[in-house]
């Protein structure tokens, strides 16, 4: 037999897709164990030869079919057994590679189980099973590999290709998710089949099953990887957590409202929710098996959770409580545990592949986040909680559960002191509007915060704000005296200078412990507690949480008692029918605050104020009234204990004359030897008009009434008129005619210059009234500086009315500016003179100063104290030296001119 020539690694490549003509399924050719050595590297062919001589020691199936024949015909064939070796392991190899061949077309479905013929099962146990080459079928499997991977890249890489190339709306998100999975999942399938029908059986009966799924597993692996990298990663990401992110919030329905139809609606779209996420359930576990649940798919999971956790926490479900005024931390506490958790460990269960158990440490974690989102969203709207205080309490009660650590303390008191630096410490926000947000921060904060830790850092730049602005005193003061509610309970409006919330905490009893005690030495305390470790070293918490202790410390003793002096002084001049039950408690709370020994003037006033109305009914007694005189009561002041009052004089009515002449002379009969003296330009006059058309009855000041009784023609010219009239009426009878109508009233004009002469009146003063009657429709200034009275309201034009209305606001205006109590401008510019002469003196005496010497020596050079500051004295200051009278030396100095 002539010998055979060994087969080039050409030969046995193309041998291997296209088998030769001599080796068919029939061939009685001899193979030999050493065929098997083809399977393995070249560098082991030596071992193989060496390790398959003997007769006893069969490979494969192969191998035990031709042991016979092989016994009688070795010695003739000993010669030629290394060609056939090489011809018998490319026809195995050619036979195994047809019978794992992939289909060349794109697997849409697994295919069925095949069952190979006895050729192809042998030629893979002779293949797959050689002894002594290292690795088992290393050659074969290296080569399915590879046609898997020339596979994938032929078929599978481009059809995802297709679906991951573009830009993925977020409509077919899930879609182009389940048909990549579908298609990976079928090729798989595909390329698994081979291995764990064909190849998997030979190597567990040749090396075990252990080592079988390791070949199994190694080959999975690559696959895997391979998958992985076929797709773009970051789209692919974003793809899958919109998908989880979307299947979460279908299934806690955050895209809307609850449904509220009736039961049946909301089972429907429970169910629909429930069902979505199975389905996104089975493409997580499809993922994971088809090797897209690695870091990646977990990250985008964890991506995904995040923004589902931030959305409930945006969603309905996680509104402030307006209406129950309640916390919901709780709820969200709930829902972290008993949904939010329970979801994560299903997904990173399926996208691992094994069962996810939850530490309850992790469980906290997810709960302590989600309450700090929570607080950070609450407080990025914590001023609208502040100025819609009570309502907000639900919110305010979320933040307590938030500000747990130093950090989340530090982030609300930075973002809220932004806001109001933002929207409230500005010029265009009123006084009083300032106040009662202070009045709200002050309860919230103090609800938030009882220690008080808080409400100090917040509250300190609104305190500086307030000291800041002038009115600020006179609002608070006036405030606490105002009525909020009528005698039936009923919300009035007060003005704008009124704050509500200032006037509203008079209608609740106060503490009677405001003064400072110092409770860190009461030792029975048992709800006491040290102060938190973000308090600054000079922290000092209220005693009290009264809302007026706050405001009451806003002010030095000293300015506020001489602010309360001017507004209560106003006040009961204002309110002489009143009881003065308010003004005794708000006088006790001041002194409570401020000391008993400092108010004594506020309470001569007081007294004064119900002294008065007890000798208004004992003089009143002891009068002859007559139907056309006026009745008069007066307020008694002792002059010392008061403010500075207005002063004005001019010429009072012959009526109000004598109605003082009468009280006077019945005062100093209960009062010996003690006169009055009268200040007619404070008061309050009722006046009743009468025109043609029409009658009206005001409340006015002295002054507003006397002008327009001047206006009233004289009585004797007015009995003359009726008798002229009686005179005529009797003719007209006497000739049998009837009376004519009544004439009407003869409208009486007058001159700013005769009613200034008529008067004594400044004549500030003077048209400021005239203002006033013009804006009440009651006179109509038909010329420059000529007013008449308007009988009828059809003489007044339509430009007329016009003008009245602004003429209204502006004598409204101009009344409030004129107040009993003189103003601190008033006194200063009635007083000027003596302090400049005080000035001039200590310069000329002591030599240079600044305005703070000056100011503290005039405080105490000056006889009943000097009521002003150091603002107020640099104005005069630099007046003088406008003047020539000083010159200004270095260092913000003054001294006399030489």
Request: charged share 25%; net charge negative; proline share 4%.
């Amino acid at each position: 037999m002539a010998a055979t020539a060994a087969p080039s690694h050409r030969d046995l490549v193309f041998a291997s897709v296209f088998p030769l003509a001599s080796h068919s399924s029939n061939s009685s050719n001899i193979i030999t164990t050493a065929a098997a050595a083809a399977a393995a590297p070249p560098q082991q062919q030596h071992q193989h030869d060496a390790s398959t001589a003997g007769p006893d020691t069969p490979s494969s199936a192969y191998a035990t079919r031709s042991h016979d024949r092989r016994a009688s015909t070795r010695t003739h064939h000993h010669s030629t057994s290394q060609p056939h070796a090489h011809d018998d392991r490319a026809h195995a190899w050619a036979i195994a590679t047809r019978a794992l061949a992939l289909p060349d077309t794109l697997p849409h479905q697994a295919r069925g189980r095949r069952r190979l013929n006895t050729e192809a099962h042998e030629a893979l146990q002779f293949l797959l099973t050689s002894n002594g080459a290292g690795q088992p079928g290393g050659g074969l499997l290296e080569w399915y590999a590879s046609e898997v991977g020339g596979h994938f890249a032929t078929h599978v890489r481009p059809a995802l290709g297709r679906l991951w190339d573009h830009p993925i709306e977020t409509g077919r998100a899930g879609l182009v998710l389940r048909k990549s999975v579908e298609l990976l999942a079928a090729a798989q399938a595909a390329y698994l089949l081979p291995l764990t029908d064909h190849v998997g059986p030979v190597l567990r009966a040749a090396v075990g099953e252990h080592e079988q799924r390791a070949v199994c597993n190694k080959f999975r692996r690559e696959h895997h990887a391979t998958v992985l990298h076929s797709l773009p990663q970051h789209r692919f990401a974003k793809t899958l957590s919109f998908v989880l992110y979307d299947a979460g919030c279908r299934l806690f329905r955050l895209r809307g409202q609850d449904c509220a139809d009736g039961g049946d609606a909301r089972k429907d779209a429970n169910r629909g929710s429930r069902s979505h996420w199975s389905k996104t359930m089975r493409i997580l576990k499809e993922m994971q098996e088809v090797g897209l649940g690695g870091d990646q798919a977990q990250r985008a999971a964890a991506h995904a959770m995040d923004n589902l956790m931030d959305t409930f926490i945006a969603s309905h479900y996680m509104k402030v409580d307006w209406y129950g005024r309640k916390a919901v931390t709780r709820k969200l506490k709930e829902w972290v545990k008993d949904a939010y958790a329970p979801i994560v460990r299903e997904i990173m269960g399926y996208l691992t592949g094994g069962d996810q158990e939850l530490i309850d440490s992790e469980v906290q974690q997810w709960v302590d986040m989600a309450v700090g989102r929570l607080g950070r969203a609450r407080v990025e709207n914590l001023f609208d909680y502040i100025v819609n205080w009570d309502r907000s309490l639900g919110a305010i009660l979320d933040l307590k559960e938030y500000i747990t650590t130093p950090a989340a303390r530090n982030h609300l008191t930075n973002t809220f002191l932004q806001q109001v630096v933002r929207r409230l410490l500005h010029a265009g926000a009123t006084t009083t509007h300032i106040l009662d947000t202070y009045i709200y921060v002050i309860r919230a904060f103090v609800e938030l915060d009882p220690k008080g830790i808080l409400l100090e850092k917040v509250a300190r730049p609104v305190r500086r704000y307030l000291r800041d602005r002038e009115d600020t005193a006179r609002i608070i003061v006036s405030s606490l005296l105002a009525d909020v509610e009528d005698d039936e309970g009923n919300r009035i409006d007060p003005g704008p200078d009124i704050s509500i919330e200032i006037a509203a905490e008079m209608l609740h009893p106060f503490e009677s412990n405001i003064e400072e005690q110092d409770q860190e030495l009461d030792w029975a305390n048992m709800d006491w507690l040290p102060d938190p470790v973000d308090a600054s070293p000079e922290f000092k918490k209220a005693k009290s949480e009264n809302v007026l202790a706050y405001l009451l410390s806003l002010y030095e003793r000293e300015d506020f008692i001489n602010e309360l002096k001017n507004i209560l002084g106003e006040h009961l001049l204002k309110n002489e029918d009143s009881e003065f039950e308010k003004e005794i408690q708000l006088l006790e709370l001041f002194k409570l605050r401020l000391g008993d020994t400092n108010l004594q003037a506020c309470e001569v006033m007081l007294k004064d104020a119900l002294e008065s109305k007890r000798m208004n009914k004992q003089i009143q007694q002891t009068l002859t009234h007559h139907p056309s005189s006026p009745e008069l009561s007066a307020q008694i002041l002792s002059a010392f204990f008061w403010p500075a009052l207005r002063e004005d004089e001019f010429a009072l009515p012959q009526p109000i004359r004598a109605a003082m002449v009468a009280y006077e002379k019945g005062f100093e009969a209960i009062k010996d030897m003690r006169k009055l003296r009268w200040l007619p330009a404070l008061g309050r006059v009722r006046v009743e008009l009468a025109f043609a058309d029409r009658t009206r009855v005001l409340d006015v000041l002295p002054w507003q009434a006397c002008v327009v009784y001047a206006f009233q023609e004289s009585e004797d010219d007015d009995a003359a008129l009726d008798e002229k009239e009686r005179q005529r009426h009797a003719r007209l009878r006497a000739v049998g005619a009837a009376p004519p109508e009544p004439a009407l009233p003869t409208p009486v004009s007058k001159t700013v210059e005769q009613l200034e002469e008529q008067l004594e009146m400044d004549e500030t003063l003077l048209r400021a009234a005239l203002r006033f009657w013009v804006g009440q429709l009651v006179l109509l200034e038909t010329s420059p500086d000529t007013y008449t009275t308007l009988e009828t309201l059809d003489q007044a034009s339509t430009s007329s009315s016009g003008a009245a209305a602004s003429a209204a606001e502006a004598a409204a205006e101009a009344a409030d500016t004129v107040s009993a109590v003189k103003s601190q401008h008033d006194v200063l510019l009635q007083n000027l003179q003596v302090y400049r002469q005080f000035v001039l003196g200590m310069l000329t005496n002591q030599g240079r100063m600044d305005a703070g010497r000056v100011t503290m020596m005039l405080k105490m050079a000056l006889p009943g104290g000097f009521p002003f500051g150091g603002e107020e004295v640099a104005v005069l200051l630099w007046g003088m030296v406008e003047e020539g009278v000083l010159v200004e030396v270095g260092g913000g100095g003054f001294a006399v001119r030489k």
